[in-house]
């Protein structure tokens, strides 16, 4: 299993750049890694599927059908998680509003779902496509055959499809294929979920002294969410302090702080500072001012899996912050 905790954001090759355009990429691989993916969000959080690319699926914390405009646009918030893993996830219910289906059925649901957006199906039930070469700038027309049982089958066993055994070989198809993940409606986190993040999250953070020096006697005495405040105040702080910003915060000084990473990077904004910028971002909007505004009763087990998670965006934070000054010593 690899955690994106072992790589650096400028030179992490865990994270495959697919596309560009691409809002999100995966922290890195394995299901423990996709279930803190999907726990980055309050529990409850439905995440809907945007897009699939070669075996990863796009999601938005948000329904759809409420937003206007581009729905990969960073002012969203994105995820994104590798099939494999969402089966493992399935598998052990730690996630619900999913379906493990076999490569036929994936297709066809892929090809219905291009009727429904307004592609034409001819007699054959296939599919006219007119696409544009990116080269040359101009269209051209192609075919997309229909999903069928008995080329599926008939690739699957090495075999020709034959009639006669049409029910037999169907079944053993469906029993013995590959399967893929069909999302019904939107994902979200069990409650069994839940608890395998809280119980794997107790006592494994790795914080600069700083900041350890502080919640420590917060910490002794059980206040809790006074200990994610204050750490949640010295991350400000401290970009403040490094940019010489002062009037900047939140999503503001967020944005100026990726910026500057984006240009120490040669200008590169590659998947690693995608990765950060999210996590920033959901941080800053679902712990730093959760805490900063109200008072907030959670147990051990809850303050521990917070810490684990802020302890992964210090280490960030000092990988970015190294990266835009090399010279500074910083958190030392």
């Given at each position: 299993?690899?955690?994106y905790?072992?790589n650096n ?6 994270i495959?750049n697919i596309?560009d355009t691409?809002?999100?990429f ?5 299901w423990?890694?996709a279930l803190r993916?999907i726990?980055?969000?309050p529990f ?7 897009d ?5 699926k ?6 759809p059908?409420?937003?206007k405009g581009?729905?990969?646009h960073e ?14 996830l399935?598998n ?7 379906n ?10 892929k090809?219905?779902?291009?009727l429904e957006?307004?592609y ?8 006219r496509v007119?696409?544009?070469n990116p080269v040359?700038?101009t269209h ?8 069928r ?8 066993f090495a075999?020709?499809?034959?009639e006669?055994?049409r029910?037999?070989?169907?079944a ?6 590959e399967?893929?993940?069909l ?10 979920g839940?608890k395998?993040?809280l ?8 914080l ?5 020096d502080?919640?420590?006697?917060l910490?002794?005495?059980?206040y809790?969410?006074?200990a994610?405040?204050?750490v ?6 401290s970009?403040?302090?490094f ?10 000084l967020i944005?100026f ?10 200008n ?10 999210q996590?920033l ?6 712990i730093r001012n959760?805490y900063m505004?109200w008072?907030?009763e ?5 303050f521990?899996a917070i810490?684990?998670?802020q302890?992964r965006?210090?280490l960030?934070?000092k990988q970015a912050?190294?990266?835009i000054?090399?010279t500074?010593n910083f958190w030392?």
């Open positions: 299993m690899k955690d905790l072992e954001l400028f030179e992490y090759e865990g495959r596309s691409c809002p999100i995966p922290y890195g691989e394995g423990l890694t993916t726990a980055n969000f409850g959080t439905d995440l809907y599927e945007i699939e690319l070669i075996g990863l796009i999601f938005i914390a948000r329904n059908s409420n937003v581009d729905l990969f002012v969203h918030l994105h995820s994104a998680i590798w099939n494999e893993d969402l089966i493992e399935h052990r219910g730690f996630i619900t509003g999913t493990l289906v076999t490569g036929y059925e994936w297709s066809l649901n090809h219905n779902k291009m957006s307004g034409k199906e001819d007699a054959n039930g296939d599919l007119s696409l544009v040359s700038n051209f027309e192609t075919r997309i055959e229909k999903p049982i008995e080329k599926f089958v008939s690739d699957f075999e020709d499809w034959d006669q055994y029910d037999e070989m169907i053993d198809y469906i029993n013995n294929s399967k893929y993940v999302i019904s409606k939107a994902l979200r986190i069990t409650d069994s839940l395998e993040i119980n794997s999250s107790q006592n494994i953070y790795d600069p002294h700083i900041i350890i502080r919640i420590e006697p910490i002794k005495i059980k809790y969410d006074t994610i405040r204050e949640a105040i010295i991350f400000e702080h970009l403040k302090e940019h010489s910003v002062k009037d900047l915060i939140g999503e503001q944005d702080h990726i910026k500057a990473c984006i240009a120490a990077n040669n590169n904004y590659n998947a690693g500072i995608k990765l950060y910028r996590e971002r959901t941080i800053n909007r679902f959760e505004h008072l907030k959670i147990n051990e087990s809850q521990n810490l684990h998670r302890s965006l210090a960030f934070i912050i190294t990266k000054d090399p500074r030392e």
